[in-house]
């Protein structure tokens, strides 16, 4: 005897998606009769007219609460009717109405439909659906069972009814047709494809400015392990290049030792406003290797042929590189060069194509036309003002720093307390200066130098008239760096 035909109820009012179903559900039975309504109000009808559905079809997110209040009322009136739910939607706050129930995303998991067609067919219970499809709502182990309807859901329920009472009365044509706006399976997939690139492009964007900020803080010295792994890449550093105007005029100079200030004058010049840091000096050996030396030596410096690499340079360098501490201090690019005897500072002043100051254009820049005592005024008990040795302890760096901040160098920025009515800054302390002035050592025959300002090892306020006259020009210290100065105003 020929079995009687599958029949199935499709409630779905998208004509293309219906159509999709449609081929599916024949593909796999030919014989099935199909029935579509096109709209809210023709489901209902059917849903009352049609008897022995063998399965129904349903996406229950219609707009029209009627539609779902009908799909309820189906459930509850044939428990026994396998469901399957074909949906474009997350049906997340429909969990309770569908608990229990396969699900097949459109229009991307229609392959899964000729799979699971025949068993939903032959009323197989879900727990022993094979299938292996995407599902929004999780596949119960137990028969379906419906959520209590809620006071709403019942209310709702019962404004159906008084609609359907009214619509029972009206010829087919006349129904109302319910506003529904479908997405073809072409929109979905055009939507997909839009979303899926922005968010593409929100991840690009997203990437780009988590390397933007990483690079800003490998930029500013903030990720320094970096530099350990990759030592190609130059250790960061500031180039600071402004330099201060000072006037051409008289100015008072001198009175060290309680002798009076004298007056005198210069020219117009500039000087750094800055000392020379780590960074610039290693700029300037970088640019110079491989050249002769004795093009940026001093004419009577000995041994030309040493170059003009510092007291340990290759040390300095390494610790900044590894991150570790220099003699139990921890520097960076932008602190003053130190190390450098004055063969060195001339090289450079001559490489920059810059001079080294006088000491009388020293102090005039340090202490201003007036002559004050110190860079930054009269004031002696403003003691934390410049990076000095009033906090320096050699012997254990953890018990230094505790009033300018620094147990040793220090940035040259670092300290803007330290400052002259000119604007220079570092005059007063961080590392003493050479000069291009040279005047009578401990033995008045002997010639060195004239050092100039304060340091990180001077134990009291360094006045910034005294003049330092005791390392001949190849003697380089920890405390001793320079700056230069020049005739023409910097290049803008």
């Given amino acids: 005897m020929k079995a009687q035909p599958k029949k199935i109820l499709i409630q779905q009012p998208d004509a293309e998606t219906v159509a999709h179903l449609h081929q599916h559900i024949l593909n796999v039975a030919p014989d099935a009769e199909v029935y579509a309504p096109a709209n809210a109000q023709e489901i209902e009808q059917y849903y009352k007219t049609v008897s022995g559905i063998d399965l129904l079809i349903a996406e229950v997110y219609i707009e029209g609460i009627d539609a779902l209040t009908d799909y309820v009322?189906?459930?509850?009136?044939?428990?026994?009717?396998?469901?399957l739910i074909a949906t474009r939607y997350d049906l997340s706050s429909y969990a309770s109405?569908?608990?229990?129930v396969p699900v097949v995303v459109l229009p991307y998991e229609e392959k899964h439909l000729e799979s699971i067609l025949p068993q939903l067919l032959q009323k197989m219970p879900p727990s022993e659906l094979t299938t292996s499809i995407s599902r929004k709502i999780p596949i119960g182990t137990q028969s379906i069972k419906l959520v209590q309807k809620n006071n709403a859901t019942a209310a709702l329920a019962q404004t159906k009814t008084q609609k359907a009472k009214s619509?029972?009365?009206?010829t087919t044509t006349g129904l109302r047709k319910t506003p529904f706006q479908s997405k073809s399976a072409q929109e979905?997939?055009?939507e997909y494809e839009r979303k899926?690139?922005?968010?593409?492009?929100?991840?690009?964007?997203?990437?780009?400015?988590?390397?933007?900020?990483?690079?800003?803080?490998?930029?500013?010295?903030k990720v320094p392990w970096i530099y350990r792994y990759a030592r190609w890449m130059e250790l960061p550093w500031t180039d600071y290049r402004e330099m201060a105007h000072i006037p051409a005029g008289e100015f008072q100079y001198g009175g060290e030792d309680s002798a009076p200030t004298v007056p005198m004058s210069t020219g117009e010049f500039w000087m750094d406003k800055y000392e020379v840091t780590l960074g610039q000096y290693q700029q300037f050996l970088r640019s110079i290797d491989g050249k002769n030396p004795e093009e940026f030596a001093h004419p009577d410096m000995p041994n030309k042929n040493r170059g003009f690499k510092p007291k340990d340079w290759d040390k300095i360098i390494h610790t900044i590189r590894e991150n570790i501490p220099y003699n139990g201090v921890e520097i960076n690019m932008n602190c003053p060069v130190f190390n450098v005897d004055w063969w060195d500072a001339y090289a450079y002043a001559k490489w920059a194509k810059k001079r080294l100051p006088s000491e009388q254009e020293w102090e005039k820049?340090?202490?201003g036309l007036k002559g004050n005592h110190f860079v930054w005024g009269n004031d002696e008990k403003a003691i934390s003002n410049a990076n000095l040795g009033l906090d320096y302890s050699p012997g254990d760096p953890s018990k230094g720093g505790f009033i300018d901040g620094y147990q040793m160098v220090s940035p040259v920025a670092a300290k803007m307390t330290d400052i002259s009515e000119f604007g220079v800054?570092?005059?007063?302390?961080?590392?003493?200066?050479?000069t291009g002035t040279w005047g009578a050592g401990k033995l008045e025959s002997v010639q060195v130098p004239v050092i100039r300002g304060g340091s990180f090892t001077a134990q009291k306020n360094i006045y910034a008239n005294l003049r330092i006259v005791k390392r001949d020009a190849s003697t380089p210290e920890e405390w001793v760096g320079f700056r230069c100065c020049s005739d023409q105003a910097p290049a803008q």
Avoid at 73 to 83: A, E, G, K
Avoid at 97 to 100: A, C, H, K
Avoid at 425 to 434: F, Q, T
Wanted: proline share 3%; charged share 10%; glycine share 10%.
């Fill in 188 to 190: 979905i997939q055009m």
């Fill in 167 to 170: 619509a029972a009365t009206k």
């Fill in 73 to 83: 009322n189906f459930r509850n009136q044939n428990p026994d009717v396998p469901v």
């Fill in 365 to 367: 820049a340090a202490r």
């Fill in 425 to 434: 800054v570092g005059m007063g302390g961080n590392v003493s200066e050479w």
């Fill in 97 to 100: 109405y569908i608990q229990g």
């Fill in 196 to 221: 899926h690139k922005m968010f593409i492009a929100g991840s690009l964007v997203s990437i780009l400015i988590l390397i933007s900020i990483f690079c800003l803080f490998v930029s500013m010295g």
